[in-house]
C-alpha cells in the first residue's frame, strides 16, 4: 500500500548528496574544537544569518535551551507566547534545568506577539519580581498554521527590546521556510534577534542537528552551556556534513513544499466536513477541522493511516499534515483522494 507520510517535515531522510558526504567527511574531536566539517558547518550557518559565530548541536530544542541559558541567570523571565514550541513542546527546561521562569503572552493567529502585552509583561524595576531578560520568538510559528514573522516585525520587536535592556532570541526551527514565504533572505529575519536556531533536520532534510548563531562572546557562552546539557559530540563531522549540503543544496527548493501545502489546502476546503481557510497556508504547515458530529479528529487520524495517508490529530477538532522533501505533487493528489474517500465512508 502506497503511504504518504504527512506528519512532519521532521520525517525527511537524507539525500543521497547527503549519505555521500557524511561517509567521506574529514571528522576530529569537535570538544577540543578540532572536527574541520563542523566548523566548515558553523561558519556557514553563521554567514548565511549574518551573525559572527555558530555553534552545532543535536536537536532544536538543545538549541533553544543552550540559548535560554546563555542569555538568562537562574531567576530570570523571559517573554514568549502561550503556544510557542519552546513552551509546549520542550518540557519546560529552561525552568527545569535553569530555573528560569517563562511569562508568556497570546499568540495571536499569525503567529505574533501583540508588542502591547510584551510591554505590559516586562518587570519593573523591584526586589518582588524576576527580572525581564529575554523575548523569544518562532519562526516559522508552528501552532500558528506555519505563520512567517515579516522583517518589519522583527525591527518593531528590537526596538522595543532594546528599550527595556532586554535580549531577543529567535527559534528559527524553519526560519528558511519563512524567507521563502516572504521572498527576503533568512539574514534579514535574523538581524534584529541577539540570537538564533536553524534546524537542519525539518525541511532542510539531514538527519540530525541544529546550529545557533549569534555575536561570538555568546557562542562562547553557549559551547559551556552545551557541554552543560550534554551535547558535547565528538567526531560529529560525520553528521554535520548532511548539515552543510542543508545549507547549500536544500533552501532554494522550499517552495516546492508551500506549493504542495496550498494545494492540499485547496483540495480539503472542498471535502464536505472538513473545514480550513486556505488563505492561513503561507508555508508548509496546513491545520485543518474536521466536524466532530460526522467523525472525530482521532478517528479521521486512524482510518486515514489505515488507508495510508498519515496525519497528527491535535485536539479533537484539529489536525495538522506538513509538507516536505519527500512529498510530491502525486502525493498530494493521492492523499486528497484518500480523504475524500474516508469522509464518505
Avoid at 472538513?274 to 508555508?283: A, G, H
Amino acid at each position: 500500500m502506497k503511504v504518504v507520510d504527512l506528519r512532519s517535515d521532521t520525517l525527511t531522510r537524507p539525500t543521497a548528496a547527503m549519505r555521500q558526504a557524511m561517509a567521506d567527511a574529514e571528522v576530529g574531536d569537535d570538544v577540543f574544537g578540532e572536527d574541520p566539517t563542523v566548523i566548515r558547518l558553523e561558519k556557514l550557518a553563521a554567514e548565511k544569518l549574518g551573525k559572527e559565530a555558530g555553534l552545532y548541536v543535536s536537536s532544536g530544542t538543545m538549541g533553544n535551551l543552550v540559548s535560554q541559558l546563555s542569555h538568562c541567570d537562574r531567576g530570570n523571565e523571559i517573554i514568549l507566547g502561550d503556544q510557542a514550541h519552546v513552551f509546549y513542546y520542550e518540557q519546560g527546561g529552561c525552568a527545569a534545568v535553569g530555573g528560569i521562569m517563562p511569562h508568556t503572552v497570546p499568540n495571536l493567529p499569525d503567529g505574533r506577539l501583540d508588542l502591547a502585552a510584551v510591554k505590559a509583561a516586562i518587570r519593573p524595576a523591584n526586589d518582588h519580581f524576576p527580572i525581564s531578560r529575554l523575548i523569544l520568538l518562532e519562526n516559522t510559528h508552528n501552532r500558528c498554521s506555519g505563520s512567517p514573522l515579516n522583517v518589519e516585525y522583527m525591527q518593531a520587536v528590537r526596538k522595543l527590546a532594546d528599550e527595556h535592556d532586554l535580549k531577543i532570541h529567535l527559534d528559527g526551527a524553519r526560519l528558511f521556510n519563512a524567507a521563502t514565504s516572504l521572498g527576503v533572505e533568512a539574514r534579514d529575519l535574523a538581524a534584529d534577534a541577539d540570537s538564533v536556531s536553524i534546524c537542519l533536520s525539518k525541511g532542510l532534510a539531514a538527519p540530525v542537528g541544529s546550529v545557533v548563531c549569534g555575536r561570538a562572546e555568546f557562542i562562547a557562552r553557549a559551547r559551556r552551556n552545551r557541554k552543560i546539557v550534554g551535547g558535547g559530540m565528538r567526531q560529529a563531522g560525520v553528521i554535520a556534513a548532511a548539515g552543510i549540503i542543508s545549507l547549500t543544496e536544500m533552501t532554494e527548493r522550499l517552495g516546492d513544499d508551500h506549493a504542495n501545502a496550498r494545494k492540499l489546502a485547496n483540495g480539503l476546503a472542498e471535502i464536505k466536513n472538513l473545514s480550513i481557510d486556505p488563505e492561513t497556508v503561507r508555508t508548509n504547515i496546513v491545520f485543518f477541522e474536521t466536524d466532530p458530529e460526522h467523525m472525530a479528529a482521532a478517528e479521521l487520524e486512524k482510518r486515514l493511516d489505515d488507508n495510508g495517508v498519515r496525519v497528527l490529530a491535535l485536539g479533537p477538532t484539529k489536525l495538522r499534515a506538513v509538507t516536505h522533501y519527500h512529498i510530491s505533487s502525486e502525493d498530494i493528489d493521492h492523499a486528497l483522494d484518500t480523504f475524500r474517500n474516508v469522509m464518505t465512508g
